[in-house]
T-cell receptor, first 113, second 115 residues
């Protein structure tokens, strides 16, 4: 079975400083990995996905993630946080041919002025 | 931009009552899903649905749960006799196809509270 561990339940940064949200995965074969974001009272929105074409994946709103097979990691980064980035972020692995998703526990990002 | 819509946004029901959560997936999507998130816990897969039948379900999805696509647009989750532990946020999702790489589009969720 596949699993995902998000190493921080809460991350707090100042506006304009870098963001790092950590994710480790466990998979018996080559995984597909996603980061989703959820703003208050909104649905889950895809930020980016790893499809094996490139290890560094660029997503929306300036986010990117690097797939590191040797470290089984897929950390999410952004060079400069914006107030609008405050949300909950989920690292997700796709599990089966029917598209079932397995979620990490989520990281709440707080951005201070 | 097309989106998945869920109704209601909040539902309070008494223990033992039946509840139906409704979802309208994106119109050209073929695969449909329900997930739930109990407060403070991970988002958990419940069921996937394709070609008018369940393609996969989790251990959570027992005989108290059922899904239906009654009219080609709505996708519903029914809980036959609700328990306190069914209180959670329920998310509907849809995709154009199955497979590992497909982006899932999620609704905003229905918060179910069982009292």
């Amino acid at each position: 079975a596949q699993s995902v561990t998000q190493l921080d339940s809460h991350v707090s940064v100042s506006e304009g400083t870098p963001v790092l949200l950590r994710c480790n995965y466990s998979s018996s074969y080559s995984p597909s990995l996603f980061w989703y974001v959820q703003h208050p009272n909104k649905g889950l929105q895809l930020l980016l996905k790893y499809t094996s074409a490139a290890t560094l994946v660029k997503g929306i709103n300036g986010f990117e993630a690097e797939f590191k097979k040797s470290e089984t990691s897929f950390h999410l980064t952004k060079p400069s946080a914006h107030m609008s980035d405050a949300a909950e972020y989920f690292c997700v692995v796709s599990d089966t041919s029917y598209g079932k998703l397995t979620f990490g526990q989520g990281t709440i990002l707080t951005v201070h002025p | 931009e097309p989106e998945v819509t869920q109704t209601p946004s909040h539902q309070v029901t008494q223990m033992g009552q039946e509840v139906i959560l409704r979802c309208v997936p994106i119109s050209n999507h073929l695969y449909f899903y329900w997930y739930r998130q109990i407060l403070g816990q991970k988002v958990e897969f419940l069921v996937s649905f394709y070609n008018n039948e369940i393609s996969e379900k989790s251990e959570i999805f027992d005989d108290q749960f059922s899904v239906e696509r009654p009219d080609g647009s709505n996708f519903t989750l029914k809980i036959r006799s609700t328990k306190l532990e069914d209180s959670a946020m329920y998310f509907c999702a849809s995709t154009t196809e199955g497979g590992l790489w497909t982006e899932a589009f999620f609704g905003q969720g229905t918060r179910l509270t069982v009292v």
